[in-house]
């Protein structure tokens, strides 16, 4: 039996908006508007896809999964993400870490890693 990864997939009070934000941070694309929700890939679809749903409430507590992403430049990174709606997260990392914590702008925590 084959199992293949599809999709992973976010609860978002504004699936649209928050599918739209993660397409232009990752430089992916929004291939399906579906009434199920927005799903968001990369061009060349070689690995799974977002995939955002709707929900009532605002999202609440810390992650228990997050994506980790990788930028040549952390910093400048971290300082265009905050422009476009992101913040920094405290989640109890040390402060040596090599990764910075942030929240999207509906508050889903995601890492920028230290470029290797």
């Not at 430049?73 to 109890?92: H, I, K, M």
Request: charged share 30%; net charge negative.
């Amino acid at each position: 039996m084959a199992i293949r990864w599809e999709a992973l997939t976010i609860d978002a009070r504004d699936p649209a908006a928050l599918a739209q934000w993660w397409a232009e941070t990752l430089a992916w694309e929004v291939v399906e508007w579906l009434p199920a929700g927005v799903e968001v890939r990369q061009p060349e679809r070689r690995c799974a896809s977002l995939f955002f749903v709707s929900v009532p409430e605002a999202k609440q507590g810390k992650n228990r999964l997050h994506l980790d992403l990788y930028a040549d430049d952390q910093n400048e990174t971290v300082d265009a993400l905050t422009a476009r709606g992101a913040t920094r997260a405290d989640v109890g990392q040390p402060g040596d870490a090599p990764y910075i914590v942030m929240r999207d702008p509906e508050g889903n925590e995601f890492c920028l890693l230290d470029p290797r």
